[in-house]
Protein backbone atom coordinates (compact mmCIF):
# COMPACT_ATOMS: atom_id res chain seq x y z
CA UNK A 1 0.00 0.00 0.00
CA UNK A 2 1.93 3.23 -0.75
CA UNK A 3 1.28 6.51 1.81
CA UNK A 4 1.19 9.58 0.67
CA UNK A 5 4.63 10.54 1.81
CA UNK A 6 6.75 7.91 2.42
CA UNK A 7 7.98 9.20 5.30
CA UNK A 8 3.90 9.47 6.27
CA UNK A 9 2.91 9.17 10.09
CA UNK A 10 -0.06 8.72 12.07
CA UNK A 11 0.25 10.05 15.67
CA UNK A 12 -3.08 8.41 17.61
CA UNK A 13 -3.33 9.52 21.69
CA UNK A 14 -5.96 8.05 23.23
CA UNK A 15 -6.94 10.40 26.04
CA UNK A 16 -10.11 8.81 26.74
CA UNK A 17 -10.96 6.02 29.00
CA UNK A 18 -12.12 3.31 26.47
CA UNK A 19 -10.06 1.63 24.06
CA UNK A 20 -9.94 3.22 20.34
CA UNK A 21 -10.45 1.37 17.07
CA UNK A 22 -6.71 -0.54 16.00
CA UNK A 23 -4.36 1.70 14.74
CA UNK A 24 -4.08 -0.42 11.53
CA UNK A 25 -7.52 0.85 10.40
CA UNK A 26 -7.25 3.84 11.10
CA UNK A 27 -4.06 3.75 9.49
CA UNK A 28 -4.85 2.08 6.07
CA UNK A 29 -8.01 4.79 6.25
CA UNK A 30 -6.05 8.13 6.97
CA UNK A 31 -3.64 6.83 3.82
CA UNK A 32 -6.46 5.20 1.25
CA UNK A 33 -7.96 9.40 1.69
CA UNK A 34 -4.94 11.55 1.60
CA UNK A 35 -3.04 9.57 -0.93
CA UNK A 36 -5.82 11.42 -2.98
CA UNK A 37 -6.36 14.43 -0.96
CA UNK A 38 -3.51 15.46 0.50
CA UNK A 39 -0.32 13.33 -1.86
CA UNK A 40 2.53 15.80 0.26
CA UNK A 41 0.82 14.90 3.90
CA UNK A 42 4.00 13.82 6.08
CA UNK A 43 2.27 13.59 9.08
CA UNK A 44 -1.92 13.32 10.58
CA UNK A 45 -2.54 13.58 15.01
CA UNK A 46 -5.47 11.84 16.01
CA UNK A 47 -6.19 11.89 19.58
CA UNK A 48 -9.27 10.74 21.37
CA UNK A 49 -10.89 11.83 24.14
CA UNK A 50 -13.84 11.53 26.70
CA UNK A 51 -16.90 14.43 26.36
CA UNK A 52 -15.93 16.33 29.01
CA UNK A 53 -12.16 17.24 27.30
CA UNK A 54 -13.99 17.59 24.50
CA UNK A 55 -16.42 20.47 25.84
CA UNK A 56 -13.02 22.17 27.51
CA UNK A 57 -11.83 22.08 23.65
CA UNK A 58 -15.00 22.86 21.83
CA UNK A 59 -15.08 25.92 24.60
CA UNK A 60 -11.81 26.95 23.95
CA UNK A 61 -11.77 27.16 20.58
CA UNK A 62 -15.07 27.60 19.34
CA UNK A 63 -16.79 29.35 22.05
CA UNK A 64 -19.45 26.72 21.94
CA UNK A 65 -20.16 25.35 25.51
CA UNK A 66 -21.20 21.74 24.39
CA UNK A 67 -19.68 18.54 23.26
CA UNK A 68 -19.50 17.40 19.49
CA UNK A 69 -17.84 14.46 18.40
CA UNK A 70 -15.16 15.48 15.92
CA UNK A 71 -12.76 18.31 15.18
CA UNK A 72 -10.21 19.38 13.25
CA UNK A 73 -6.89 21.97 13.57
CA UNK A 74 -4.88 22.37 10.52
CA UNK A 75 -1.36 22.88 11.24
CA UNK A 76 -1.60 26.52 9.20
CA UNK A 77 2.29 26.00 8.52
CA UNK A 78 4.06 28.54 6.50
CA UNK A 79 4.43 27.12 2.64
CA UNK A 80 7.66 24.89 2.44
CA UNK A 81 7.19 24.10 6.09
CA UNK A 82 7.55 20.12 7.28
CA UNK A 83 3.53 18.89 6.23
CA UNK A 84 2.13 17.82 9.26
CA UNK A 85 -1.41 18.38 7.99
CA UNK A 86 -2.56 18.65 11.75
CA UNK A 87 -5.00 17.24 14.29
CA UNK A 88 -8.33 15.54 13.92
CA UNK A 89 -9.73 14.89 17.93
CA UNK A 90 -12.65 12.34 18.29
CA UNK A 91 -15.04 12.32 21.53
CA UNK A 92 -15.03 8.39 21.96
CA UNK A 93 -17.34 8.79 24.72
CA UNK A 94 -19.99 10.45 22.12
CA UNK A 95 -19.24 8.24 19.29
CA UNK A 96 -19.74 5.21 21.08
CA UNK A 97 -23.24 6.54 22.39
CA UNK A 98 -23.81 7.65 18.53
CA UNK A 99 -22.55 4.41 17.04
CA UNK A 100 -25.22 2.83 19.02
CA UNK A 101 -27.87 4.76 18.21
CA UNK A 102 -27.18 4.24 14.43
CA UNK A 103 -26.80 0.93 14.79
CA UNK A 104 -22.90 0.05 13.89
CA UNK A 105 -19.76 -0.42 15.35
CA UNK A 106 -17.77 2.40 17.50
CA UNK A 107 -14.78 1.48 14.97
CA UNK A 108 -17.52 2.04 12.17
CA UNK A 109 -18.57 5.61 13.44
CA UNK A 110 -14.88 6.39 14.57
CA UNK A 111 -14.38 6.00 10.48
CA UNK A 112 -16.58 8.46 9.55
CA UNK A 113 -15.61 11.13 11.89
CA UNK A 114 -12.03 10.25 11.34
CA UNK A 115 -12.48 10.93 7.21
CA UNK A 116 -14.90 14.15 8.40
CA UNK A 117 -12.29 15.74 10.21
CA UNK A 118 -9.56 14.56 7.85
CA UNK A 119 -11.72 16.53 5.06
CA UNK A 120 -11.96 19.46 7.19
CA UNK A 121 -7.98 19.43 7.55
CA UNK A 122 -7.76 19.13 3.60
CA UNK A 123 -9.72 22.63 3.46
CA UNK A 124 -13.16 21.51 3.25
CA UNK A 125 -15.85 23.20 4.78
CA UNK A 126 -19.35 21.80 4.86
CA UNK A 127 -20.45 25.16 6.95
CA UNK A 128 -19.71 27.27 3.76
CA UNK A 129 -19.67 25.17 0.97
CA UNK A 130 -23.16 24.10 -1.26
CA UNK A 131 -22.67 20.24 -0.26
CA UNK A 132 -19.05 19.48 -1.67
CA UNK A 133 -17.68 18.20 1.53
CA UNK A 134 -20.57 15.92 2.59
CA UNK A 135 -20.49 14.50 -0.84
CA UNK A 136 -16.88 13.87 -0.70
CA UNK A 137 -17.17 12.32 2.67
CA UNK A 138 -19.90 9.74 1.17
CA UNK A 139 -17.83 9.10 -1.10
CA UNK A 140 -14.72 8.21 0.63
CA UNK A 141 -17.52 6.33 3.20
CA UNK A 142 -18.70 4.04 0.05
CA UNK A 143 -14.95 4.18 -0.97
CA UNK A 144 -12.84 3.39 1.60
CA UNK A 145 -15.49 1.15 3.97
CA UNK A 146 -17.08 -0.08 1.56
CA UNK A 147 -20.39 1.16 3.33
CA UNK A 148 -23.40 3.39 2.79
CA UNK A 149 -22.71 6.90 4.63
CA UNK A 150 -24.29 7.40 8.05
CA UNK A 151 -26.35 10.48 8.71
CA UNK A 152 -24.44 13.34 10.73
CA UNK A 153 -25.54 15.62 12.41
Known amino acids: MGRPSKNFWLDVQNRSRHRPPSSRHLLALVIAILRKESPRTEGVGLIFVDDAEMKRINTTHRKKKKTTD????????????????????????????????????????????????????????????????????AYWERRALKSDPLPMG
Open 70 to 137: VLSFPSHLPKGAYPYLGDVVISLSLARTLAKSAGVSTTRYCSTLLIHGLLHLCGYDHEKDKGEMMNRQ
